[in-house]
């Protein structure tokens, strides 16, 4: 059926400042539904608070209003603006918990506000605990033993009966606020009440624990007829126990049977039918790794960040779908815009996997309490794409920029045996380089690890595998053949210079000797059956090549990486505004970045997309492959700064803010460069150094020597110059 006619204008509800389990997702996903509305001809009446998303632009919506999201001034901008829809599902759960309201207290009926998209019966039925549990009991849909509480004392009642460890679930909450895991009576009276707290109505799921099971998430679509389609499988490598947004995920599901993957897939129909979901849902699952059985976790009825990782590890771009189907349309009708050929009725297909790697805080709060559980703890999260899960999670690693470039934690090595076992069992963000440590050691095998820390040995086999390519390179050289196997599994160069004790440009030369180059292919959502309109590029070893390498004009944008604190969505806001200017000013832009939440990382943002670690070498295989007249480094904020030098030293021309200035911003020293100097003139015209016909030194040869001697060079300070000067 084509676009509703009978509505003309629509509010669309951001998620306002970042928050923990609140991100850069949600820009993502609501400047993708403004755009998705504006090609169908509505006004679009954007409300958010966040001054650094690309959302509140002037150009992605009709109006933007700039305002805190609370009832009054929403119920302030329906009576002034009188848009006859709502979409409520693309802000995230502040806007969810923010359009519910408006509708219990009657405001959108007043001003004749709808509700787009799925119903508010739906999202009461998956974010009311006890209306979920009524409902899943309903379809016999298993859901793991709980009770509905609204006091401490309930809680505790319930654990005390049932026994314990017990989880915490609050209603109305995200990113698991104020939830929890409580193995005794004190830790569940302090979760319990934090939790009440922390929700708007009060009130908490008491769970018996399923901690060490696998956790499987399914990402669904289903338009307004009931059609719908699996768009993603994804898999934590982390058990049951520790929230998806600090767990470690792996697309598409690795380790479940086929029997398996069809018994959830008729669970996820099911319930997607009895809610009547219209668009984007993500639905989480337990599973028992010693039988068929498994539990329904939770249901988030909108555009969560797992959408955001399931939409751009797939290429589907899940959150204007659901913004189409809101206004009327089904998926059949819905083209996919990367093959310009297929329906959105289509369900992916992958040839590749993708792995997701949160990013904590650690290393601004150091002291803080590092353990992992149900409550989140990340603020961003980085994004690989590859061919085997050894290379994706090598990948992964080193996109998170803490000073890594490999399986391996140096703080590891004052750790004896016995702390190194005990850190295994313990969740905390350090375990994964635990393991590798202890498997580096030989102290455990990988069925001793999976009974301390529950993983699949399937994940641990191939922690295994990078680990005995590291100790082959050790014990007999890196000859080439060996190399061609190291990079293959995604080691780079930095870190097989550090375990051959050699210098990453020799170990660059090694391979471009032995012709040991990266290829390039393509995200296309059908495994190469259709070509692909967009240009959403990955690297890998030894396979095809099918980058298009176009001539003319062309520069690339080097983008932020993960969000953290101190470098958050308004780098993506600089790095998306510099792909649109160089587009308008006939450019061939390119965009190379790693975080699944941006709008920088959409795939039909810049003319080519690289997905790749923010590294100089990752960088330069692009660069030298792509050829381009120059790099612009001055919007990706420090991560793209730390590029600069790199960049320029292996001749590639930064565009904007010179080199120069790029490394004062780092350093925050100011230096004059000798030109500076030479052609001063002084307030009468004199010089302060006499004329010469030709510079003694070339200006790149200075660049270069301050550059690797920084305080061998004249150089003034600042005060001296300006004194001077006046």
């Known amino acids: 059926m084509p676009a509703r006619q009978d509505i003309h204008k629509i509010m669309v509800i951001g998620s306002g400042p970042i928050i923990i389990g609140q991100a850069a997702e949600f820009d993502y996903a609501g400047t993708q539904a403004c755009r998705a509305l504006k090609e169908e001809g509505y006004e679009v009446i954007l409300v958010n608070s966040n001054p650094a998303t690309i959302m509140t632009d002037v150009n992605i919506a009709d109006r933007v209003y700039l305002e805190p999201i609370t009832i009054s001034f929403l119920e302030r901008i329906l009576a002034q603006e009188r848009p006859q829809g709502l979409l409520p599902t693309l802000g995230g759960q502040v806007g969810l918990n923010m359009a519910m309201e408006l509708a219990q207290k009657g405001i959108l009926a007043k001003y004749g506000v709808e509700l787009l998209g799925t119903p508010l019966s739906t999202i009461r039925k998956a974010e009311d605990r006890e209306e979920f549990k009524r409902m899943m009991e309903h379809i016999h849909e298993p859901v793991p033993e709980s009770t509905i509480v609204s006091t401490v004392e309930a809680a505790v009642a319930f654990a005390e009966l049932r026994g314990y ?201 150091a002291d803080a309490d590092r353990k992992l559980g149900t409550q989140m703890k990340a603020t961003g999260e980085v994004m690989a794409i590859d061919t085997t899960i050894e290379a994706a999670l090598l990948k992964s690693l080193r996109s998170l920029e803490i000073g890594i470039t490999g399986l391996e934690l140096p703080s590891l090595d004052a750790y004896d045996d016995e702390e190194l076992l005990d850190k295994i069992s313990a969740s905390d963000d350090e375990r994964l380089f635990a393991i590798a440590e202890a498997l580096r050691r030989g102290i455990a095998d990988v069925n001793e690890i999976h009974d301390r820390c529950m993983m699949d040995v399937f994940f641990l086999s191939k922690l295994e595998n990078i680990i005995n390519i590291e100790k082959e390179i050790v014990t007999h050289g890196l000859s080439g053949s060996l190399l061609a196997k190291a990079k293959k599994m995604g080691f780079s160069d930095s870190y097989l210079a550090k375990i051959t004790a050699s210098t990453e440009e020799k170990i660059r030369e090694k391979r471009q000797k032995h012709k040991i180059l990266p290829t390039y292919k393509k995200v296309d959502t059908c495994a190469g059956e259709f070509p692909a309109k967009a240009n959403y590029l990955y690297s890998t070893y030894g396979a095809e090549d099918e980058v298009e390498v176009k001539t003319g004009p062309k520069a690339v944008v080097i983008g932020s990486g993960p969000v953290r604190i101190g470098q958050g969505v308004e780098f993506d806001y600089c790095s998306v505004h510099s792909v649109w200017a160089l587009k308008k000013a006939g450019y061939e832009a390119i965009i190379i970045n790693n975080n699944p939440e941006t709008v920088s990382t959409d795939f039909d943002t810049a003319d080519k997309l690289y997905f790749e670690p923010l590294l100089l070498e990752d960088v330069l295989n692009i660069l030298e492959r792509e050829q381009p007249d120059g790099v612009v480094v001055q919007f990706g904020g420090q991560t793209a700064i730390n590029l600069a030098q790199g960049i320029a030293a292996a001749g590639y021309t930064i565009l904007g803010s010179s080199l120069i200035a790029s490394i004062r911003r780092k350093t925050g020293i100011v230096l004059i460069s000798w030109w500076q100097v030479w052609t001063f003139r002084g307030p009468k015209g004199k010089r302060l150094l006499p004329p010469m016909k030709r510079l003694p030194l070339p200006i790149d040869w200075v660049i270069r020597f301050w550059c690797v001697h920084p305080m061998s060079l004249a150089a003034v300070p600042w005060r001296l110059f300006t004194a001077i000067r006046s």
């Not at 989880?167 to 009440?196: D, M």
């Open 165 to 365: 460890p017990v989880i915490v679930r609050p209603a109305y909450t995200l990113g698991g606020t104020g939830g929890g895991f409580a193995e005794n009576r004190s830790q569940l009276e302090q979760i319990a009440n934090n939790g009440l707290k922390h929700s708007i109505i009060n009130q908490a799921l008491i769970e018996k624990s399923v901690a060490g099971w696998k956790e499987i998430e399914f990402e669904m679509m289903r338009d307004g007829s009931g059609n719908m389609i699996l768009v993603c499988s994804m898999e934590n490598v982390d058990p049951v126990g520790i929230h998806t947004g600090d767990s470690i995920v792996v697309a598409p599901a690795q380790t479940l049977s086929k029997k398996e993957l069809d018994r959830l897939g008729a669970s996820a129909v099911r319930i997607m039918d009895a809610l009547g979901i219209e668009g984007g849902c993500n639905i989480q699952y337990a599973v028992d790794t010693d039988s068929f059985d498994y539990y329904v976790i939770e249901v988030n009825p909108r555009v969560s960040r797992s959408s955001a990782l399931a939409s751009k590890a797939t290429g589907y771009p899940i959150a204007r779908v659901s913004t189409k189907i809101a206004v009327g349309y089904r998926l059949d009708e819905i083209e996919n815009a990367i093959t310009g050929m297929t329906a959105a009725s289509s369900e992916p297909v992958i040839d590749y996997v993708v792995l997701k790697f949160p990013r904590w805080p650690f290393d601004k709060f």
